[in-house]
T-cell receptor, first 113, second 112 residues
Framework: GAVVSQHPSWVICKSGTSVKIECRSL??????MFWYRQFPKQSLMLMAT?????????EQGVEKDKFLINHASLTLSTLTVTSAHPEDSSFYIC?????????FGAGTRLSVL | EDKVVQSPLSLVVHEGDTVTLNCSYE??????LLWYKQEKKAPTFLFML????IEKKSGRLSSILDKKELFSILNITATQTGDSAIYLC????????????FGQGTTLQVKP
């Protein structure tokens, strides 16, 4: 149990375009999901907390207009990187909270050309 | 400021060795400490610890928490090459938001 699916696993896009990443909890409902960014050889950096039915809570320094988060149901949260630029290239990982344990998706590698 | 510090940052051992990974923390409202293993992709959950002195065990891995001294250890006995990974320690000190504070991770390499 406690499976989190993240899609796509890898995406390449042109600078200026938008990219949507989906995070689904497959076998449990998650009121709260989290979005992280990870740079090479570094730990996870929390970007935002996604709460079902309400606005996301963004960490300091994360632009909410650039990283749009929607948590429309108890099993799905989406992260949209708007007007992506090469500096947005990174590994993005979501997690879903189940009784205090975060279960992670497999991550999405975003490459912006 | 809440923080989680892991040591060592990297470790190289040979198959069959036993390793101990350390995690110390300073948080205002401790709720739990979690250990994750990260290979090429996203972290997989290992243990969640909330009470001092109670060992959690899964196969060759075990972990224990000391809430007085504010640290936890993760032990791996009879290491195998498949144990090579980054081990992440995270603390929920969140006052009910569920946010985790991650340590820098320990990179473990197990040589044949």
């Amino acid at each position: 149990g406690a499976v989190v699916s993240q899609h796509p696993s890898w995406v390449i896009c042109k600078s200026g375009t938008s990219v949507k990443i989906e995070c689904r909890s497959l076998d449990f409902q998650a009121t709260t999901m989290f979005w992280y960014r990870q740079f090479p050889k570094q730990s996870l950096m929390l970007m935002a907390t996604s709460n079902e039915g309400s606005k996301a809570t963004y960490e300091q320094g994360v632009e909410k207009d650039k990283f749009l988060i929607n948590h429309a149901s108890l099993t799905l949260s989406t992260l949209t990187v708007t007007s992506a630029h090469p500096e947005d290239s990174s590994f993005y990982i979501c997690s879903a909270d189940r009784v205090g344990i975060q279960y992670f998706g497999a991550g999405t590698r975003l490459s912006v050309l | 400021e809440d923080k989680v510090v892991q040591s060592p940052l990297s470790l190289v051992v040979h198959e069959g060795d036993t390793v101990t990974l350390n995690c110390s923390y300073e948080v205002t409202n401790f709720r739990s400490l979690l250990w994750y293993k990260q290979e090429k992709k996203a972290p997989t959950f290992l243990f969640m610890l909330t009470s001092s002195g109670i060992e959690k065990k899964s196969g060759r891995l075990s972990s224990i928490l000391d809430k007085k001294e504010l640290f936890s250890i993760l032990n791996i006995t009879a290491t195998q090459t498949g144990d090579s990974a980054i081990y992440l320690c995270a603390v929920d000190g969140s006052s009910n938001t569920g946010k985790l504070i991650f340590g820098q991770g320990t990179t473990l390499q197990v040589k044949p």
